[in-house]
Nanobody
Framework: QVQLVESGGGLVQAGGSLRLSCAAS????????MGWFRQAPGKEREFVAV????????YYADSVKGRFTISRDNAKNTLYLQMNSLNPEDTALYYC?????????????????WGQGTQVTVSS
């Protein structure tokens, strides 16, 4: 089992920044690719970003590319998402997730463990 706890969400004005964190416990963190997903009210959960086991490979949804940066610290068992230039369309519940593989994947079904989510609200 892997337990994931997100933090860092909040209310921010358009153009602002937030940094999300995801603290992992349980099994060896570096054995997992880690992803961020989000779900806005009335919409499907969507992929945001993913990072491989050692941080050497990342991939982003087109909607966040150039604005968001995913990173991880395996020594601290923590995943991060730096979000810059936020806009109201980024408003959603943000989840971190762990996939039992070292390479990246954007498929939600490949992720075995999910956090409870942290709310990000961007005002215009």
């Amino acid at each position: 089992q892997v337990q994931l706890v997100e933090s860092g969400g909040g209310l921010v004005q358009a153009g602002g920044s937030l940094r999300l964190s995801c603290a992992a416990s349980g099994r060896t963190f570096s054995n997992y690719a880690m992803g961020w997903f989000r779900q806005a009210p009335g919409k499907e959960r969507e992929f945001v970003a993913v990072i491989n086991w050692n941080g050497g490979t990342t991939y982003y949804a087109d909607s966040v590319k150039g604005r968001f940066t995913i990173s991880r610290d395996n020594a601290k068992n923590t995943l991060y998402l730096q979000m810059n230039s936020l806009n109201p369309e980024d408003t959603a519940l943000y989840y971190c997730a762990a996939a039992p593989r070292r390479g990246i994947t954007t498929i939600p079904g490949a992720y075995d463990y999910w956090g409870q989510g942290t709310q990000v609200t961007v005002s215009s």
